[in-house]
């Protein structure tokens, strides 16, 4: 009882997302339709990308690199900027909740080296800030892009074109978010002893281009699901295990949700009016309720206005605590590192979460209209 009480908490976005499916299929029992619900090549694309940056982070390839990135801030203020650009690169390429599983503990521990705890909290947020936005830009960066990437077909060119303005004022934010801070002189220890495995770091950045390849439809994902897994299976079997299993069934629980849900009219009816009026605002509401990726998977049967969604679900993972998983992520660590300083995170939290989401969604609402 225990073991399934500390897996419902540790994976709850999964264990909604079941609920969810399970419900939905009293109303729309299960038959044949259900296999047009699946979106293999997201499942098969998130799989591939996940396992090899298992592989790169069993290697402290992304922890080796930050470290030495870190330990040439000289203040306070460009130690901020270090890890919240870091982190914010870091979900372009490897997705979000993965950026932040690797790069806030060593925030952590940059800020204990130079006895900086007390902005501890402050830097946690605006790293996960960061996490959120900084992979809109990518079709990887975030699961819903993966998604809505897929689902449309969207052009590479014209997904960028969609996403580069909140990307930007979102970098710009940012900054000026670090900058408030004192530039405090700080002294961190630079001499770290681990040692990148070059061939290794070599065969894990190849695999991982080519998973990007797939991404961009380049090459078909079936050949990726044989070559990827192959390559792991010989050079490192514990990056299979490490994959994150519940974040794909999670997609898989979802995916039947929204399916059943699209085929139930007076939800439909209800969507497809509300969407009609303002997709962008819609989805950014949605995502403070039911996260971002559950509301791309939702919405998007209900709509083909992929513009605004894709802007919607991506500044909708700022907001309140559950927008996003990535920050489920960050206050689960941040609790666990700081036990007494939870009620201080959650207002500073929501009063710099606030801040984005209302200047980002204004932004992007203009620039629609």
């Known amino acids: 009882m225990n073991r399934i009480l500390n897996f419902c908490k540790s994976h709850t976005v999964f264990c909604v997302a079941a609920v969810a499916a399970a419900v939905s299929c009293f109303f729309v029992p299960p038959d044949a339709a259900y296999l047009g619900y699946f979106d293999f090549k997201t499942l098969s694309c998130l799989f591939l990308t996940l396992a090899v940056v298992a592989a790169l982070r069993n290697i402290k390839f992304f922890t080796i690199l930050a470290r030495k990135i ?16 870091i ?11 993965m950026a932040l599983i690797t790069f806030l503990p060593l925030g952590y521990f940059a800020l204990t080296t130079a006895k900086k705890e007390t902005y501890m909290a402050y830097v946690f947020i605006l790293q996960n800030i960061s996490a959120n936005l900084g ?3 990518t079709p990887f960066g975030n699961p819903q892009n993966l ?3 897929s689902y449309y077909s969207i052009p590479t060119g014209e997904f960028t074109q969609i ?11 940012l900054t000026v978010c670090c900058l408030l801070l004192r530039p405090e002189p ?21 695999l991982f281009a080519f998973s990007i390849l797939i991404v961009f439809r380049v090459v078909p994902f079936w050949i ?32 039947i949700f929204a399916g059943n849900a699209s085929r139930i009219e007076a939800l439909r009816a209800l969507l497809s009016g509300l969407l009609e009026k303002s997709t962008l605002l819609v989805s950014t509401l949605s995502c403070q309720f039911i996260s971002n990726v559950p509301s791309a998977i939702l919405l998007s049967r209900f709509t083909g206005n992929y513009r605004e969604l894709l802007l919607g679900v991506n500044i909708g993972g700022t ?4 927008a996003s998983l990535a920050s489920l992520i960050t206050y689960s660590e941040f609790k666990l590192l700081c036990p007494t300083e939870g009620k201080k995170y959650l207002s500073l939290f929501a009063l710099l979460n606030l801040i984005f989401l209302a200047v980002l969604t204004a932004a992007a609402y203009f620039l629609m209209i």
């Open 224 to 255: 990726g699901l044989i070559l990827i897994p192959a390559v792991l299976l010989f050079a490192d079997r514990d990056a299979l295990a490490a994959v994150d299993y519940p974040l794909l069934f999670t997609f898989v629980m979802f995916f």
């Open 163 to 173: 996403m580069l303005p909140p990307f930007c004022l979102a970098v710009a934010l």
């Open 319 to 322: 907001g309140t605590l559950i």
């Open 135 to 137: 992979g809109m830009l």
């Open 186 to 206: 700080l002294e961190i220890d630079g001499d770290f002893p681990e040692v990148l495995n070059l061939p290794r770091t070599a065969l894990y950045l190849a």
């Open 70 to 85: 870190v330990a040439v801030a000289g203040n306070l203020r460009t130690l901020a900027l270090a890890l919240v650009y």
């Open 147 to 149: 998604y809505l990437y």
């Open 87 to 97: 982190t914010f690169i870091g979900s372009m390429l490897i997705a979000n909740d």
